[in-house]
Each structure stands twice: as C-alpha cells, then as structure tokens.
C-alpha cells in the first residue's frame, strides 16, 4: 500500500524560499518516477515538477527556474527546493507517483 507523507510546508513572504520533503513507502522507490503537484482553492491539481527513476527532471513553465526536485532512493524520499516564491504558489503540496492514493499534502502560503 502506498503511503506518502509530505512535509515542510508554511507561510513565507515573497521572495523567500521552502523546501518540502516527502517520505514514501509501500513500493520500490527507486524504480519510479515521482511527481510533486499542488492545488489551489478553487483550481485544478497541476503537475509541478517530475524526477524520472534515474534523476531526469521536468518542471512546470510557472517554476522552472526557481523549483527543483531531487530524491534520495537511500531514504525514499523526494524533495522540492522552492526559491524565489511568488504569491501565486500559494497551494497545498502533494507528492505522488503514478499510482496509489494521494497524501495528506502540505500547505505552502505566500504573503505578498
């Protein structure tokens, strides 16, 4: 069973920077790739970033250059490194491979 508990989320002004981690069990996790999407009120969950099971990444045009997802296999885990937050981050953080059921999430609030 896939369990995904995310963490590291808060309120951070403009400009400041979050990284959020996100452990994983109940499946190889270095044999997957591994996606961190958010959801804000009233919006569609949206693909944020990817990490292919051998370190190749993808990013949404609205973080690139300011997210960055790595993962450690060795503690199941992956990571979002947000620099540079703007407003419009504001969203709840999920972690999720393609398969099983979502996590609980983590809040991410900027002030402007």
């Known amino acids: 069973q896939v369990q995904l508990v995310e963490s590291g989320g808060g309120l951070v002004q403009a400009g400041g920077s979050l990284r959020l981690s996100c452990a994983a069990s109940g499946f190889i996790f270095s044999s997957y790739w591994l996606g961190w999407y958010r959801q804000a009120p009233g919006k569609q969950r949206e693909l944020v970033a990817g990490?292919?099971?051998?370190?190749?990444?993808n990013y949404a045009d609205s973080v690139k250059d300011r997210f960055t997802i790595s993962r450690d296999n060795a503690r199941s885990t992956v990571y979002l490194q947000m620099n540079s937050l703007k407003p419009e981050d504001t969203a709840r953080y999920y972690c999720r491979p393609r398969f099983g059921s979502w996590g609980q999430g983590t809040q991410v609030t900027v002030s402007s």
């Open positions: 990490i292919s099971s051998g370190g190749l990444t």
